[in-house]
């Protein structure tokens, strides 16, 4: 079992930056494949970024791109997700992913595990 744990959201105007956090527990960390989704209520969970266990290869939505950051610390065991020029279509709950015995999440199916989610609103 994996335990994830997001932390960071808030209530942001347009143009400012969060930094989101995932602490994970239960398995080695440098073997699990992370990333970060998120859902605007009355859409589907979508993908926003993911990052290979060795932290090298990193992979973005297009709507992020440019924007959003993904990184990981294996020592602290935990996985990042830096938002800068957030814009009033990024509100959403946002949700740190796991997937075992594979490099990369790139899709909801893909998935082990799930966070409980964290809230980034932005106003416009």
């Known amino acids: 079992q994996v335990q994830l744990v997001e932390s960071g959201g808030g209530l942001v105007q347009a143009g400012a930056s969060l930094r989101l956090s995932c602490a994970a527990s239960?398995?080695?960390?440098?073997?699990?494949?992370m990333g970060w989704f998120r859902r605007d209520p009355g859409k589907e969970r979508e993908f926003v970024a993911a990052i290979s266990r060795s932290g090298y290869s990193t992979y973005y939505a297009d709507s992020v791109k440019g924007r959003f950051t993904i990184s990981r610390d294996n020592a602290k065991n935990m996985v990042y997700l830096q938002m800068n020029s957030l814009k009033p279509e990024d509100t959403a709950v946002y949700y740190c992913?796991?997937?075992?015995?594979?490099?990369?999440?790139?899709?909801?199916?893909?998935?082990?595990?799930w966070g409980q989610g964290t809230q980034v609103t932005v106003s416009s």
């Open positions: 992913a796991a997937r075992t015995n594979s490099d990369v999440i790139l899709a909801i199916p893909e998935v082990d595990y």
């Open positions: 239960g398995r080695t960390f440098s073997r699990l494949a």
